[in-house]
Structures are given as C-alpha cells and as structure tokens.
C-alpha cells in the first residue's frame, strides 16, 4: 500500500476519461512547507512519476501493486516559461533541414563525433533563425547524444561543402582550418525538444561576415559496440526576413572536459568549479553588458549539479541558471524570463558537483561520455568578440595536494596537463583526508585562464595563470520553512506561492488506453 501523507496539499478540480485517456486537474503551492512529505517545486529538475492498473481500486484502502510495466517516469522543469508557439512570424517563416548523411557509426569505439559540412539556406539579405527543433532518426534516439551546429566564415567554402569528418577524440581528420572558424548557432542534448527564442531575438544568417558554412557536429554514443547503425539525425531551422530587434550569439563558459578536471571514486559529492575572469568581460562586454536569455547546462554521467554563478566586485550576486537535480537525460535549454544581465568585470564561475559512489576509478574530463566536463553555455545579445571563457585548475597544484614527491619531474615527462598527471593520480590511495586536500585545491590552486574570439585572436585575452582573484564563497541555497505535521488541516500561504498544475497533468494522458 502506497504511504498516505498525513497533510494532504493537492487540490484535485476535475477529472475525466476520454478516449482512451485519464486525465487529472489540480493545484498546489510551490512551497507547501510540508518538509517530510513534499518537494518544494523550484527551477531546478523535478521527476514526474506515474503508475496504474487496468482494474479501478474497490475502496482508498484496497490498492494493489501496479506491475512491474504499469509506471514509468519523465523528469520535467515546472517552471520554464512558456515560448511564444503562436507568433505569426513562425506561420510565415522559411523553413531549413540539416543533417548527418548517413552516418556509419563504428563498432568499435563507444564513443564518435561526426561533422558534416553544409550551405546555409540561400538568402542574401539578412534573415534570423528564430525557432529550431531536433529531427531524431527513431531507432537512434539512444545513441544521439548531443548535436552543435556551429556556423563558419571560410574564404574558400566550396571545396568542403558535403563532405564528413571525424571532428573530435581518437580518429578526428577535420581540417584544422575549419576547426578553428566554426562558431556555435545552435545547440541540442539528450532530452532536449524544440528551442523559439524570444519575440525580440533571432540569430542573423544571410548578410556578408554571416557564416558561408553550417557544420553539424553530433557526439554519438554506442555503448554495446553495435554494429550496423547508420544515422541521419539534425536539426530543422526555422528563419524570416522580418528581422527582431536583437542578433542572438553564444558563449561557453566553464571546462569543456579538460585533463586536469579529476573526481576521486567512491564520493557522494565532489565539486569543481571554472571561472570566466573579470578581466575577460571587461575588455569585450559592452557598457551596459550583455542580456542571457537562455542557457544550458552540461555534464555527463555522475554530474549532480550544474551553477552558474555571477560574481561582481568579488561578491555574488545572483546565478545565471543552475540545476540542482541534475538529470544526464534531461538537457533542456531553459529561458529566463526576466532575462540576466551580465555587466563588464563581471566573473562568471560554473560550478559543477558529481557523485561517484558507483565508480571505482577516476573521472577526468574528456570527450566521451564516462568523462566528465562542468559547462554553461549562454544564448545572449548582443554578439561580442568572445566564444570561450573558462578556466583550468594546475594539474602541478593538484599533485601537491595530494603528496606527490616529484610533481616537476613528472609533468616534464609528459604532455601537461593530460598523460602524466591521469597517471599519477590514478594511482593514488584514496583517504578522506587526500579527497578534502583535492576538493581544497579546487578554489585555492592557480588557475589557467582562457578566453578568446574565434573570429579575432586578438580581441581578448586572458590574464596569466594564478590563484582566483577573490574567494569563491557560494551563497548557501535556501532552504524551505516548515511546518509541523499536526493534521490535515491547510495552512495558510502567501500567493505567490500557489502553482496551477493543470498543464501538468496532461503528461497523465500519455497513458494511453489506461486507467490511473
């Protein structure tokens, strides 16, 4: 029998059974202040989970187990604003498909990023992408992991048009040139739908110094070495002369899976983190900086949680999007609605928790899934000559932290930061107080700074490596009132509080032909 709660907060207003479907209406507040039986409804990722049985119980008292089969789940953000669906521009808009030709994934790595090279839509006045949406090749949804489609300015496009290329990790064979041009238009992970930007906002295609190339970029995944997997998976572009007000670009913050980013086996957290100097923003944000409308968060395997966290004069001042439960599966980008603003000499830190209490080896970052990154990429306007901002921990700080006897001699041996240090640190016994002298040097140990323009080399620099400019105290995460389980009796709220679920629990109709 499922535990009844001893309060009950959950305000059925209508029900009904239509073809097939069982759907239910109610309300709750956000914050029902019932700490031992409710999760308070945030930003953060939140679980929906449902169960039913064919036959409909006789009494309150006379509930049965559904069935291993009968329940499923679907992790969900409550509060994402919701886009503007019904603009007439989307009506009137040209539409553009792009995608991977018919993708031979190999059986013998689990992990594979392919590149296919295409013509932007052929407009030759300015236009703006204003909605996109993954287009998933059914029997592949298990194996796409993430797709960037990064636009390029190449004098001579013509010779790369249709062609494929491994791009990234073991076998790449993309011409560097295009490596170093292409910068991101859109981006799409495992579990993400379909991306409108905001009324005001649209990214600019079409005009001269507007990329002349697309470049699809999937990471794939095949975990059981399957043979026979073909793919042709993207992406559809929405785009409208009618121009909007502001020219979207993209930013990427934190550590894009670097050698230095280590987690130890065995923890129920571990945190790192990766900042975007002050310095950084100062030399290329506007006086009135920059506006984030959206984001999105990214780890792999054993990330919990994902912050974004502002930082001005030193002090923080708020977040620019963060996910406290973490889902891998559940890659959304999430718009802000008021949107961020973040101001030159600002510091942008992206700080990342992971759990490994499954794992029995080290985690580093790295390009396949069972490596790690901590990531923040920002959608914002207007465009600045800036694609990356991050930064790296020491590896020679880390090795210190943890006793190493020789950490120089060590790293002349091998590239810095990557063979070398995996080796060493691999190795290490873990104790408690080895995992409190690493976590340590994630705030405290040099840093390696980097932030640059693809587009312009010398637009910005980062400062030289050394410690954090200031100490990165995070705001502690605040924590719900409660009150005491007394009876059902319902307590007062203030307003603002309450949250209609009625949109909600139209994912009840997705079980269809039952009843819940």
């Not at 921990?393 to 590239?415: I, M």
Request: proline share 8%; glycine share 6%; with cysteine.
């Amino acid at each position: 029998m499922p535990i009844v709660d001893p309060r009950q907060d959950w305000f059925l207003l209508s029900g009904r059974e239509e073809a097939g479907f069982t759907v239910l209406k109610f309300y709750r507040y956000l914050n029902t202040k019932d700490c031992d039986h409710d999760r308070v409804i945030t930003e953060d990722t939140l679980k929906l989970i449902w169960a039913f049985k064919a036959q409909d119980p006789s009494s309150h008292d006379d509930i049965d187990y559904h069935g291993a089969n009968n329940r499923g789940g679907k992790s969900i953000n409550l509060l994402e604003p919701a886009p503007n669906r019904d603009s007439p521009e989307l009506a009137r808009a040209l539409t553009a498909t792009v995608t991977q030709v018919r993708t031979a994934l190999p059986s013998t790595q689990q992990t594979t990023y392919f590149c296919h090279v295409f013509r932007p839509p052929n407009v030759t006045t300015k236009h703006h992408i204003i909605k996109y949406a993954p287009v998933i090749q059914k029997e592949n949804i298990g194996n796409v992991h993430h797709m960037i489609l990064h636009g390029c300015l190449h004098p001579d496009p013509e010779q790369f048009i249709g062609q494929t290329y491994r791009c990234q990790g073991q076998g790449s064979a993309m011409p560097i040139d295009l490596m170093r041009c292409r910068f991101p238009v859109a981006l799409w992970a495992v579990g993400g739908g379909d991306f409108y930007f905001p009324d005001e906002v649209g990214f600019p295609i079409g005009r001269p110094g507007d990329p002349n190339l697309f470049i699809m970029e999937t990471h794939y995944d095949n975990p059981e070495l399957k043979s026979g997997i073909v793919d042709s998976s993207g992406l559809t572009l929405w785009y409208t002369p009618e121009l909007r007000r502001h020219d979207a670009a993209v930013l990427m913050t934190g550590d894009d899976g670097s050698p230095q980013l280590a987690v130890p086996p065995g923890l129920s957290e571990f945190s790192v983190n990766s900042m975007c100097h002050p310095s950084c923003t100062a030399q290329v944000f506007p006086p009135e900086g920059i506006t984030v409308f959206a984001n999105v968060l990214h780890t792999h395997l054993v990330g919990r949680k994902v912050q974004v966290r502002q930082f001005r004069d030193g002090k923080e001042i708020g977040d620019i999007g963060q996910d406290n439960q973490y889902d891998f599966n559940y890659q959304q980008i999430r718009s802000f609605n008021p949107p961020k603003i973040v101001k030159p000499g600002d510091s942008i830190v992206v700080h990342c928790s992971y759990e490994t209490r499954s794992r029995n080896e080290m985690t580093f970052g790295g390009l396949e899934t069972k490596d790690e990154m901590c990531l923040g990429w920002m959608l914002y306007y207007p465009k600045v000559e800036m694609d990356l901002c991050a930064s790296y921990v020491s590896a020679y700080d880390q090795l210190k932290a943890l006793n190493h006897p020789d950490p120089d001699r060590l790293l002349q041996n091998g590239f810095v930061p990557g063979r070398a240090f995996k080796s060493a640190v691999r190795n290490v016994t873990w104790t408690p107080s080895l995992v409190a002298s690493l976590q340590k040097a994630q705030t405290e140990s040099k840093v390696q700074y980097s932030c640059y323009s693809i587009r312009n080399a010398s637009a910005v620099e980062g400062p030289p490596m050394a410690p954090y400019p200031f100490s990165l105290k995070f705001a502690a995460d605040p924590q719900p009132d409660c009150f005491p389980v007394l009876s059902s009796a319902i307590v007062p709220f203030s307003r603002p509080a309450l949250f209609w679920m009625s949109a909600l629990l139209s994912l009840v109709a997705l079980i269809a032909g039952r009843r819940v």
